[in-house]
């Protein structure tokens, strides 16, 4: 007896395969599937579907339950084993409740009860075509979203790190709330996504919210959602991050700026684990990891009563803290190459100098920074710390074409900085107002001009800031 063969009949939209013993709907099958624009291979059993299976990927396969030989069930274990990505429909003739949570049981995206109508399969398909164009797209923005945060890797062989990385070992497989301390931009939303990454959550979604980013009124539905009509604005549902985060991490990044009526509402949500959406009183059980940051000092905040001690205590019951930069200076040179790697072109490396990294990033060599560069990143104090340093060699990928970056590819203040060398070795040569002028040109130049920022990241306070300026201007003026 001849084997029996799929046929295939084309069109545009999903590749299909449908398998089923009943000759009539094979036949209308092939001819109607296409004419809704879809591609389908035909099958009229178990057997020839993995065969088809085997030589080809499919979109969506529809296939009878009951079917002599391997049946439905055994089609779409067969079709997950090799394809995950497939979606699955069964068809069955007896609509009953078993047969139907089996089918799902075994990742069928759903069902359908015969006899069924052309309508029906259309409405199917064209949520089957929604569900694999939206996976697409998610799978596209998740390469995105990797490409642009980098590796997550927390590169740093110093002590300090060396006992991060242990922390984070250790810490990553519990439940613990974990408060991580240390100024900005030392990777504390780097070790964040470690800890997630490594602990039992890692596939579920990693979500960080800025407390400070976000206006007061704001916070409260942004973290645990609102139901339409809550207030003024509220034109919709909307679902809150901590449910977002379902089964996942949450990271609340700057604790320290939550304001004093939220802090209350999240001590009451870490305490008992129930959310409730502004404007609903029906509490919604969460399952949700909390790591929290901050460049702040917390005791200090409590004693001045900007912090509820409660709340202080509930969530630093791990600390992992930071060691800024200039205190593990061992740790620039490699840090300043895989930073590199991020945002060297692979056109821009030497030819045999670079393989593909994580994220599409290509890794950097030793070469790719030539020592006097190496040498002036070493005499810095990073008082931006790791991005002030990731901003710095972006800054020097821009203007080195081709070869390795140089002294010259570093940003003006590293000129500066030599000057400040040159300083140093002949006393005299440059004053400790121009020092200070240069130290303030800098912090502002790190933050976009920002005179608040910068005059946090000099430990000063604004008026400092404002007045240096000032006199800075007086004495330009008066020259
Ligand atoms: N150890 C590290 N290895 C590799 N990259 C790092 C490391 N530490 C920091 N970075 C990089 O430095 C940048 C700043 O890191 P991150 O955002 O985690 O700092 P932060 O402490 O959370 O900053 P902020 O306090 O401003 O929120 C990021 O691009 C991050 O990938």
């Known amino acids: ?83 995950p990505e497939t979606e699955a429909v069964i068809l069955t003739g007896k609509s009953t409740l078993e047969s139907a949570i089996a089918a799902l049981r075994h990742g069928a995206f759903d069902y359908l009860t015969k006899p069924c109508r052309l309508v029906e399969i259309k409405a199917l398909l064209d949520r089957v075509s929604d569900k694999l164009r939206l996976d697409k797209k998610c799978r596209a923005l998740q390469h995105e979203v990797k490409r642009l945060e980098g590796s997550p890797e927390l590169i740093g062989k110093s002590l300090a790190m060396q006992k991060v990385q242990i922390l984070i070992e250790k810490v990553a497989p519990s439940e613990a709330t974990v408060l991580v301390l240390g100024e900005t931009g030392t990777g504390k939303e780097l070790v964040a996504r470690a800890i997630h990454n490594q602990s039992n959550r890692a596939d579920a979604p990693f979500v960080a919210i800025n407390c400070g980013a976000l206006p007061e009124t704001l916070i409260e539905s942004e973290l645990f959602g609102h139901r339409k009509g809550a207030f003024t604005g509220a034109d919709d549902h909307r679902t809150g991050l901590f449910e977002v985060a379902a089964g996942g991490t949450i990271f609340l990044d700057e604790i320290g700026e939550l304001p004093k009526s939220m ?17 609903e009183n029906k509490p919604i059980t969460i399952d949700v990891r909390v790591v929290c940051a901050t460049h702040r000092n917390l005791p200090e905040m409590v004693v001045e009563g900007e912090f509820r001690e409660d709340l202080m205590y509930r969530i630093n019951s791990f600390e992992i803290k930071l060691a800024p930069l200039r205190e593990r200076m061992e740790d620039v040179r490699s ?16 030819p045999g100098q670079s393989g593909a990294g994580q994220g599409g990033a290509v890794q950097s060599s030793e070469e790719d920074i030539a020592e006097d560069a190496l040498q002036s990143l070493m005499g810095h104090v990073w008082p931006g710390n790791v ?28 000129d500066s900085r030599q000057l400040i060398g040159a300083a140093r070795n002949s006393p005299g040569a440059i ?8 130290a303030i040109h800098e912090a502002l130049e790190r933050n976009d001009g920002s005179k608040p920022k910068a005059a946090e990241q000099l430990g000063v306070s604004l008026k400092t800031l404002y007045n240096k300026l000032n006199q800075a201007n007086n004495l330009e003026k008066s020259a």
């Not at 299976?53 to 009878?64: F, G, R």
């Not at 840090?335 to 030497?350: F, I, V």
């Not at 004053?431 to 240069?438: F, P, V, Y």
Request: glycine content about 6%; overall charge neutral; hydrophobic content about 40%.
């Open 1 to 83: 007896m001849a084997a029996k063969q799929p046929s295939e009949k084309t069109g545009q939209g999903l590749k299909l395969l449908f398998a089923d013993d009943e000759q009539s709907l094979q036949e209308l099958m092939s001819l109607e599937l296409p004419r809704l624009g879809h591609t389908v291979t035909v099958c009229p059993d178990g057997a020839t579907a993995v065969a088809a299976l085997e030589k080809n990927t499919y979109d969506c396969i529809i296939v009878d339950l009951d079917m002599p030989g391997l049946d439905g069930i055994g089609v779409i274990a067969k079709c997950k084993e090799n394809s």
């Open 263 to 279: 802090q209350a509402k999240l001590l009451r949500v870490l305490e008992s684990k129930e959310i409730r959406r502004v404007g």
């Open 335 to 350: 840090l300043a190459k895989h930073l590199l790697s991020r945002h060297r072109r692979p056109t821009q490396s030497k």
């Open 387 to 414: 991005r002030e340093l990731a901003n710095v060699i972006e800054h020097a990928t821009i203007l080195c074409d081709s070869g390795p970056i140089r002294a010259e590819h570093l940003p003006q203040r590293f």
């Open 431 to 438: 004053s400790l107002r121009e020092l200070e002028m240069q």
